[in-house]
């Protein structure tokens, strides 16, 4: 039997694999000189806060590892969900990437985002912190027991700032008021940067954020630090003295990771470029002491290890918000 395929058939194949022929030589091409263009790293958060503060630090020492320039984006709103939702539905060629933080594991169990953390491919972790409980230095509190009697006894709830609703920050302080038996009244912001800056102008009563984001003005004496939501105290400065809620009989531990991360289905070479990249520069010791001045826990792992943080701390979260009813 003859198989007869019609003149108008064949061109339309021959079309077909003449286009994913001249598509996979593309691809091979771009990887090859991969990076030819500006890479874009996107911050889901305000410019001020320790996210943003370490994505420059990283971008500049980039410089030394790659031709091409990073560029830093922020992009707020929706605890990180607006700026990481542009990242996972980019296209994976590497020139657009992420400063994750735990919050991309939060927030797709809140309902406030479509994505998954298996939308994205975790690239290098930077750093690790606790959560601290910060008040202004003029509060009439100066213990985290002082604080909690206070929040007990107060006629109106505490009012604490986060960097947005499903945002780490607000799950430490919904955890805290379910440990300690009371309500507080959460006010989001975009970012931890600009609730801090209300904290200082007095408009709330303390914030629940990483170490970095208030370290500047503990170091002045403008914020007082009353506990650190971790097994063990922080090393940082201005943070050793102060301690673990753990110490003060609240069994609490929680905290953040900052990370590169691109969008799923990433090329492997371009992911290999981009992760030695990634890791060469935040090996380099000006991010290291940028990163302690800063007061940011200098954590650094590669991506396969990362993936497995984000996969446990998703599980972990999911778990919580479950238990605390805060969909």
């Not at 007095?202 to 007082?224: M, W, Y």
């Amino acid at each position: 039997m003859k198989l007869r395929i019609s003149t108008g058939k064949l061109l339309a194949l021959t079309s077909s694999l003449f286009l994913g022929v001249m598509t996979l030589g593309a691809n091979a091409q771009s990887a090859a000189d991969y990076p030819n263009k500006t890479i874009e790293l996107v911050v889901p958060f305000g410019a001020g806060g320790g996210t943003d503060v370490l994505a420059r630090v990283f971008a500049d020492a980039a410089k030394k590892h790659t031709s091409q320039q990073i560029t830093v984006m922020n992009k707020p709103g929706a605890s990180g969900g607006i700026g990481l939702t542009e990242v996972a539905s980019a296209k994976p060629d590497g020139y657009k990437i992420a400063m994750v933080t735990v919050e991309m594991a939060i927030i797709p169990h809140m309902g406030i985002v479509k994505f998954t953390t298996d939308d994205f491919t975790p690239i290098v972790r930077l750093n690790a912190d606790p959560i601290v409980l910060t008040v202004r230095a003029e509060a009439p509190w100066n213990t985290v027991e002082e604080f909690m009697e206070a929040a007990k006894k107060s006629k109106d709830p505490m009012k604490f700032g986060n960097a947005g609703t499903g945002g780490l920050s607000h799950m430490a302080a919904e955890a805290l008021s379910q440990k300690i038996g009371t309500t507080f009244t959460h006010v989001p912001f975009q970012g931890n940067a600009p609730a801090v800056v209300a904290l200082l102008g007095g408009h709330i009563d303390a914030v629940t954020s990483s170490p970095s984001e208030v370290s500047t003005f503990v170091s002045t004496g403008k914020l007082r630090p009353l506990g650190v939501f971790a097994d063990q105290r922080f090393r940082g400065v201005g943070f050793d003295q102060i301690p673990t809620l753990k110490e003060r009989k609240i069994d609490l531990s929680m905290g953040t990771w900052r990370g590169i991360a691109g969008p799923k289905n990433m090329p492997a070479d371009v992911l290999e470029k981009l992760s030695a990249i990634s890791v060469k520069t935040a090996n380099e010791p000006a991010v290291k002491e940028a990163m302690e001045k800063q007061n940011l826990g200098y954590a650094v792992t590669d991506g396969a290890n990362f993936k497995k943080q984000i996969t446990a701390d998703s599980a972990l979260f999911k778990q919580l918000i479950e238990k605390l009813g805060i969909k």
